[in-house]
C-alpha cells in the first residue's frame, strides 16, 4: 500500500515501533546539522569571509556589462 495516505500511516507506525518514539525527530536533527555545506553561509561563517557575496557580485557584474570587443583589422 505505498503511495497511499494509509501505507504512509502504516510506515509511520512501523518506524516508530522499530526505531522508538522519537526517530522523525532523530531524522530532522540529521538534516538540520547537514544543510550548510557550501555557498555565501559557508564562506561568512566557515571561512570568516565577509566579504565573499561582495566580491562575487562584483564579479558577476563587470562581466554581464562588458561590451562587445571589435576586430581591428
Do not use: C, P
Amino acid at each position: 500500500m505505498s503511495g497511499t495516505k494509509t501505507g504512509g500511516l502504516k510506515a509511520r507506525d512501523t518506524n516508530i515501533r522499530k526505531y522508538g518514539d522519537d526517530f522523525y525527530k532523530r531524522l530532522g536533527a540529521i538534516g538540520g546539522k547537514k544543510g550548510h555545506k557550501g555557498g555565501f553561509w559557508y564562506a561568512k561563517h566557515v571561512l570568516k569571509d565577509d566579504n565573499f557575496a561582495r566580491e562575487a557580485g562584483r564579479r558577476g557584474g563587470t562581466i554581464s556589462r562588458r561590451k562587445k570587443q571589435v576586430d581591428e583589422a
